[in-house]
């Protein structure tokens, strides 16, 4: 199994920017779908952004579209989430995965996709 490990939250102030990082153990993320979700406090995890590495095919939800933008460096098996114009809402433990595609695409994975086995996350909170 893929070993992920996020990093990068922080306590921000609303308005600021920040960027999470996911290590993905040294292994190609090409021919895999990558993505960020995130768990607020009494919530359901969502999936927030996906990237289809190979394809170049992205999904985002609604609540981060236009603020938020997933990449990764190939070379340095590494997943990025930049998040600009953060407010509270978006206070969350955020993680990451990396499934293979195919078959997973990158709506699948960010509408439907479910497991127990997420890494530990990186807390996010925005707060003035």
């Known amino acids: 199994q893929v070993q992920l490990v996020e990093s990068g939250g922080g306590l921000v102030q609303p308005g600021d920017s920040l960027r999470l990082s996911c290590a993905a153990s040294e292994f190609s993320l090409d021919g895999y779908v990558v993505g960020w979700f995130r768990q607020a406090p009494g919530k359901e995890r969502e999936g927030i952004t996906c990237l289809d590495v190979r394809g170049g095919t992205t999904y985002y939800s609604d609540s981060v579209k236009g603020r938020f933008t997933i990449s990764t460096d190939n070379a340095k098996h590494m997943v990025y989430l930049q998040m600009n114009s953060l407010t509270p809402d978006d206070t969350a433990v955020y993680y990451c995965?990396?499934?293979?595609?195919?078959?997973?695409?990158?709506?699948?994975?960010?509408?439907?996709?479910?497991?127990?086995?997420w890494g530990r996350g990186t807390q996010v909170t925005v707060s003035s």
């Open positions: 995965t990396a499934l293979p595609a195919p078959p997973f695409t990158a709506h699948r994975v960010c509408l439907y996709y479910q497991t127990n086995s």
